[in-house]
C-alpha cells in the first residue's frame, strides 16, 4: 500500500534544528556519497526528460490505430499503446505530468506545514497546541481516503491529486517545523530581534524560517517522491489525471486491459514511477548526509 | 501509569470527534447530492426532494452532525445511503479481511525488516548491506498496484501457481466476509479451506509488505548502527563478550525502540490504506470498501470506516508509548 | 490422534471423488497432512471446547459446504446494491439485471435466448376490446421463498406500492414505476388469482413492461416483515432463493425445492463481483469462476481457442450513441450538429473498441428489434471532408465544446477515439470525465453539451428507446429535444397491435430523429459470455438477463 506517511523513518531519524556547518564544504560531501550522486543523475536526466523530451518525440496523443499494441521497434522504441500512440512518447512527457504533478504537491504541503509549524512553535500556548491538535487529526487520517475525498470533492483531474497529495504530506513538514522552530526560538540573535521590538511576524520570516529551511528541504526532496507515487495511485484508481493526459499511474491502469496481450505497455510507466522514486529517495538521502554530518549513519 | 493511561483515554475523545467533525464537513460540503445519486437517471426533482427529506438532508448541518455524534454514542452508525444497509453491518462484516491482510502483510514485511535490517546494521559497507539497503529502496519506491499486477502475472497467470483474487475460492462455501478465514480453518482442522485461503493469501500479503519490511529494514539497521557505537557497548566488548551476545542481549533492546513506532504507525496505515491492494487483488476488506463509498457519496458508510480507522489510529499510538515503557525501563509515564 | 488424521483423509478421498478436491489440491494436502494432523487435532480439539471459536452469533461463519452439491460461481463486472426488485434499478443498475430474474419472477417474463415474452407468474392474459384494461390469470400454487402463497392480492399490494407514493410499502427509490407502469391508471384483485390491470390509452406495451426486473414479484410478508432491510431477506418466487449476501463481494443463492417450473439443476450459485475485465478472464481460465458475464470482446477469440472455455456471443439490445443538447451552442446549429455524423469513424470504435464484435450505427433501434433498418446507416456516412464543408457553411471556425464522458469500462478508450476524429476535422473535444452518479446528474440538469452514453432496452421493445429518449421528459433535458411529429409517432407506436404497422411507424419516427441529428448512433455492441465447458444449456438474454433456470454443470 502507499502508505505514504511521509516516511516517518525520516522523521524520527532526522535531527530537528541541524544547521549548515560550513567548515566542511557540501558539494565535497555530497559527492563522496555515490548513491546520492546517481539519484542526483537521475533526477537531472528526468528534468531533462521533461523539459526537452517532448520536442524530440512525436505527439503523445497522436493516434495511429492501424499500428496499435505494437511492441519495441525502430519507429516505436518502447511500442505502441491501444490507440496506436507512440509509448516513448507518451512516458516522455509523462514526466513532465508527474515531476509538475510531484512539486506542486510538495510545494502545497510544504508551505502550508511550515506556515502552521513555525505558527505553533513560535506561539506555543493554546493556539500551537490548536494547531498541531490540527495536524495530528491529518495524521489520523489514512492518507488515501484523504486523497480520494479531496479528489471526489473537486472532481476528477490531476489538480484534485495534486492538492491530495499535498495534503497528505502536511502533517510531517508542519511537524518537523514546529520541533525545529522550538529548539531555536530560545536562542539569542531571536530574542534580541524581539528585544529591539521587530513584530512576531518578522521574526519568523527573517530569523526563524531561514534557519529551519535546512532539515525541511531535505524532507521535501524524499516527500516529492512520495507525492508522484501517490499521484499516480490517484490515477490508477481512476481518480486523477483524465485521457488522453499521459500521466504514468492513469497509462498504468488503462495497460491493465493489454496485460496479457502487451505486457509491455505496463511495463515502461512503472519502470519510470520506480525510477522516478528512487531518483528522489536517494537524492534526499545524499542530501541529508552533505548537510547534517552528525546525522550521518 | 494509571494515571497516564486514563489521561491519555481522556485525550481521544476530542481527536475522534474531531476527525467525525472534518470528515463529516468534507463529505457534506462536497459536491453531489447523495439523494440525486441514490434515486438515479430516472428521478424526477419531486423524487429527490422528497427523499432529502426522508434522509434528513435538508436539515441545518450541525444538526445532521449532532444526530450523528448522538447516534454514533449509542453505537448506531446510521444506515448505508444506497444500500440501507446499517453501517455497522458493513464494517463488522468488512474488517476481518483487512484485518487477516495487515496481520499477515505485517509479519511478513517484520521477518524480512528484521533479518535484513540486523545483518545491514551488523556488517556495515558489506556487500550484503548495500544490496540490502538498495532492495528496501525499491520497496519504498515501486508503486504497489504495479507490483500486485506483476505477481498476478507472474504467479497468477504464467505460472498458475496461486489464485488471482478474491480471499478463498466460493465453491468452498465459505462466507468470505465473515471472521478470519485462515485462522478459522485451521482451528476447524479444514485444511482444503486452510490451504486455499492461505494461498489466496500470499500475493495481496507479500504485495503489501514490501513497503514496512524496506521501512523495517532500514530503521532496524540504523538504529543498530547508532546503538552499537555507543558508550555501553564499547565497555561491553571490552569486557571481551561475544559480537553475538551484544547485539542480542544488548544492543536489541535499545535499539527497537524507534522501530516500535514505525511498525506502530505502519501497521496503523496498513489496516487504513491497503485501498490499493484490495482494489487490485479484489479483496473484500475495509479499504476497497471505503473507496467505493466515497464514489457513491456514501457519507454514512465513510463516516463509520473512518471513525473506525481513528479509533484504531489512536490505540496504535498508545500502545506504542506502552511498548516503550515495557523495553526501555528509563522511560517513565507520568 | 490417528482416527483424527483417517477422518481427515477420508474426507479429502470423499472430496476428489466428488469433484470438488482437484488432483494437484489432494496431492498437495495428503503431503501436508503428514506434519499438520497432529497440530490439527489439538486445535479441533480446543475449538470444540468453544476456546479459540469465532462466535456463533450473526456474523458468525456460515457452515462450510463442500457436501458435494453442484455449485456454480458466476462472476459479475458490477456490485449489487440493492435487491427489492422496486428499488433495484434506482442507482445505475449495478449488475442487478442478471441476477434479478433468477431470484424474483414477474407476471410475464423473457424466453432465456431472446426478448419475447412468455407466462410466468401469470398463466395467461386477455386485452380487452378497447385495450383500456388487461386481465391477468395468476398461475396458482405458487409460493414464495418464505412460504406466503402468491395470490392476486400480493401481486396487487406489490404493484400499488410503486404506483402510490403514500403506500406503507414505498420505499425511495422506486423511480421505474414511470416506465413499468406506463399509462396505468389502476390494479386491482378482481379475484382470489385474477388481476385487472386498467389503462389510460390503449397502449400494447402492458406484457413486455410487466417482464422488467422491477416488476418482479416480492413477497409482500417479507416487505411488511423487514422494511428496509428487505434485500437481506429477500424473497421472491424464482428458482433460486438467497441464502447470503455479503454486499459487493457475493451473493449466494441456493434452488428453491418448490419451483412451480422444476427445481433448477443447479444446487447452488455464487454471484461474485469481480471488477476488472483481464481479472475475469483469467479467472475463466484457471477455473476460479464457472462463468464470467460480459467477457471483454476482445478477448471472445482467445477463449473461444480454449478447449476448456465456450464463449457465447449474441446481440444485445443496446445502444451507443453522441448525444447533443441543441439548446446549448455550438449545438444549436443544425450545421454543427451534421458535421458530427459525418466526423466519426465508426468503423475504428468497431474495431478498436469491440474488435469486431459491433454492428455500425444506423437508427437508434437496435438489429433484433421491429424498426430495425440497416438502410438508415446510409443517412450519413464517414465523410470528413463534407463534415469540414459543413462547419464552414455553418461559419464556425475553432470550434471547442467539452464532450461529457463516462469513467467505466471502454467509455474513455471509445471517447478518445471521438475526440481524435473531431480533431481531424478541427474540432477541439475536451473529454469531461465524470463517475456514473455526476455523470447522469449533468445531463439531467442540462449542463452536458455533448455526451457519450449508451441505452438498454429493459423491457425489449423498441417503444423503451424511442418513447424514453426521444419523447419523454429526458428528451427535453438531456438534448433539449421536442418534436411534435416525432411524438405523434411514438405515442401511435404505442397503441398498434400490427407489429408490421409498428415497425413502419418507427423507421418513419427514426428518419426525422436522423435528419434532426439530435445524436450520432455510434453503433450496437454484442455481448459475450465466457463459460467452462461444463456449463450446459447456458443461453444468451438480448436483455441482458442470465437466466440460470436451466443450467445445468456437467462433472468434471
Redo the contacts between chains.
Sequence with gaps: MMTLRAAPARETLAQPGFEIRPSTPFRRRFARNRLAVIGAAILIALILMAVVGPFLTSDP?Q?D?RS?LQGPSWSHPLGTD??GRDILARVVSGARVSLTAGLVSVMIGLTLGTLLGVIAGYVEGRVGLTIMAFVDLLLALPAILLAISIAARL??GLTSAMLAAGFVGLPSYARLARGSTLSIKRRDYIEAARAIGMSDARVMARHILPNILTPLIVQATIGVGNAILLVSAIGYL?LGA???TPEWGRMLS?A??????APHLGIFPGIAIALTVIGFNIAGDGLRDALDPAGRR | MAAYLIRRLLLTIPILLGISLIVFLMLHTA???PA?????????PE?VA??RH?MGLDRPLAVQYLDFLWHAIQGDLG?SY????PVLD?I??RFPATVELAVAAMLIALVIGFTAGTIAGTRKHSFFDYSSTFVALLGVSIPTFWLGLIF?IVF??WL?WL????RV????????????VVL?A????????F??ALEHLILPAVTLAGWPAAIVARMTRASLIEVLGQEYIRTARAKGLSERMIVWRHAYRNALIPVITVIGLEFGALLGGAVVTE?VF?W?GIG??SV?AI???DYQVVQGIVLLLGVIFVALNLLTDLIYALLDPRIRYR | MVE?KNE?LS??ID?VSRG??TRR?FM??AL??GI?APV??S??T??RRGA???GAGS????????DGGK?L?VAIAQ?T??LDPAIA????YGDIIPITGNLFEGLTRFKDDSAEIEPALAESWTRSEDGLSYVFKIRPGVTFHDGTPLDAKAVETNFLRQLD?NHPLH???I??A??VFAEVAGVEATGELELTIRLNRPIILVPGNLAMFAAGIASPTALEQYG??F??HAAGTGPFKLE?W?????L?FVANEDYWGGRPALD?V?W????????RV??L??G??DIANQI?L?DVEDLQNDPNLQVITGTYLNVQFLGMNQTIPPFDNPKVRQAMQYAINKQ?IA??VFYGNYTLGAGPIAPGLPGYDPSLAEVYTYDPERAKALLEEAGVSGLTFDLYNR?TSFW??L???V??DLAAIGVTAN?V???D??F??E??ASRAPAFLNDWTWDNGDPDNVMYSLFTAPRAKTRLGYENPEVNRLNLQAQEEPDPEKRAEIYIQAQRLILEDSIKVILGYPSKAIGASARVQNLKLSPTGNLFLRNVDLASE
Design positions: 496523443t493516434q490505430v496499435r491501444e490507440l472532481g476528477l481512476g483524465q485521457p488522453p488503462d491493465q486491459r493489454y496485460i496479457t496481450d | 459536491g453531489g447530492d440525486v445519486l441514490k434515486l438515479g437517471q430516472n428521478a424526477t423524487n422528497r427523499l426522508e444506515r444506497r444500500s440501507n444497509a458493513d463488522v462484516t498476478i497468477g497467470v498458475r489464485p488471482l483474487s478474491g475460492d466460493p465453491r468452498l462455501g465459505v462466507d468470505p466476509s465473515s471472521n478470519f478459522e485451521l482451528i476447524r482442522g479444514n485444511w482444503t479451506v490451504k486455499d482494489t479484489a473484500p476497497r470498501r467505493e464514489l457513491q457519496r | 483424527r481427515i474426507q479429502l472430496g470438488q478436491v489440491q498437495a494436502s501436508r497432512l499438520a490439527a487435532s486445535l479441533a480446543m475449538a479459540l471459536a469465532g456474523y458468525g461463519p456460515r457452515a462450510y459446504f463442500q455449485t460461481v456490485s446494491v440493492q434499478g434506482a442507482n445505475g407514493p420505499f425511495e427509490g423511480t421505474y414511470e416506465i428496509l432491510d434485500s437481506q447470503s455479503t454486499k459487493d463481494v457475493e449466494v447452488r455464487v461474485r463481483t469481480v471488477a476488472e475485465d483481464t481479472v483469467s479467472e481460465k484457471t476460479g469462476i471483454d476482445k475504428n474495431d478498436v469513467t474513455p478508450l471517447g478518445q477515439l475526440q481524435a473529454l470525465s465524470l463517475e452518479a455526476q447522469f446528474a445531463l439531467n
